[in-house]
């Protein structure tokens, strides 16, 4: 945990408190639980791929801020899937061909015939 906490912009201010919350932990019936979950909710990307400031500094992201991102990206996920795409020069060719084919004659005489 202070390995990481190290490599991250403010690592000094950010370790005084992990040491804090370590000393705090002793009091708790499980302080390793107690400073895992810490750690975790403070430092949620800890297990991705990391991402790095112009500095070259891990970029730290709280539990809270990693759950907002993926709320953005499933509402944006969804905006997408429910905008039907414009149709283009290029799809009315592919729509044309294909009113030509035998299949697509097909189904077009048997649904003028019922």
């Given at each position: 945990m202070?390995?990481?906490i190290q490599q991250c912009r403010?690592?000094?201010?950010r370790?005084?408190?992990f040491d804090r919350v370590y000393a705090l932990s002793?009091?708790?019936r499980s302080p390793y639980h107690y400073m895992k979950m810490w750690f975790l909710d403070n430092y949620a990307n800890y297990s991705e791929k990391p991402e790095f400031?112009?500095?070259g500094f891990v970029i730290v992201k709280t539990?809270?801020?990693m759950e907002e991102e993926k709320r953005e990206a499933t509402k944006a996920d969804a905006t997408l899937e429910n905008t039907v795409p414009e149709t283009n020069e290029d799809d009315?060719?592919?729509n044309e061909v294909a009113a030509g084919s035998p299949?697509?004659?097909a189904i077009e005489s048997a649904t003028k015939a019922a």
């Amino acid at each position: 945990m202070k390995q990481f906490i190290q490599q991250c912009r403010d690592s000094k201010e950010r370790l005084e408190i992990f040491d804090r919350v370590y000393a705090l932990s002793k009091a708790q019936r499980s302080p390793y639980h107690y400073m895992k979950m810490w750690f975790l909710d403070n430092y949620a990307n800890y297990s991705e791929k990391p991402e790095f400031d112009e500095k070259g500094f891990v970029i730290v992201k709280t539990k809270a801020q990693m759950e907002e991102e993926k709320r953005e990206a499933t509402k944006a996920d969804a905006t997408l899937e429910n905008t039907v795409p414009e149709t283009n020069e290029d799809d009315s060719a592919v729509n044309e061909v294909a009113a030509g084919s035998p299949k697509v004659n097909a189904i077009e005489s048997a649904t003028k015939a019922a």
